[in-house]
C-alpha cells in the first residue's frame, strides 16, 4: 500500500497514521482478550446476559474490518 501523505504539509492521512498504529500495536487482540475476561467475570456474577453481550464483541474485536 502506498503511503498516503499530504501535499502541502508532508503528513501522513489519518488513515495512513491509523493503519501504522494498528500495525504496531495489536489494539484488537488486546480489546478481544479483555471483552472474554470481563464476560467470564460477568458469568461468576451470574450475568450471563452482560456475559453474552461481551462475548459478542470479543469475537467482534477478533475479527478484522472487512472480514
Request: net charge negative; charged share 30%.
Amino acid at each position: 500500500m502506498e503511503d498516503q501523505v499530504n501535499a502541502k504539509t508532508g503528513a501522513f492521512s489519518i488513515e495512513e497514521r491509523h493503519r501504522r498504529h494498528a500495525d504496531r500495536y495489536p489494539v484488537r487482540e488486546y480489546v478481544s482478550a479483555m471483552a472474554f475476561e470481563l464476560a467470564q467475570m460477568a458469568r461468576w456474577d451470574g450475568d450471563e446476559h452482560l456475559a453474552g453481550l461481551l462475548e459478542a464483541a470479543a469475537q467482534a474485536a477478533a475479527q478484522r474490518p472487512g472480514e
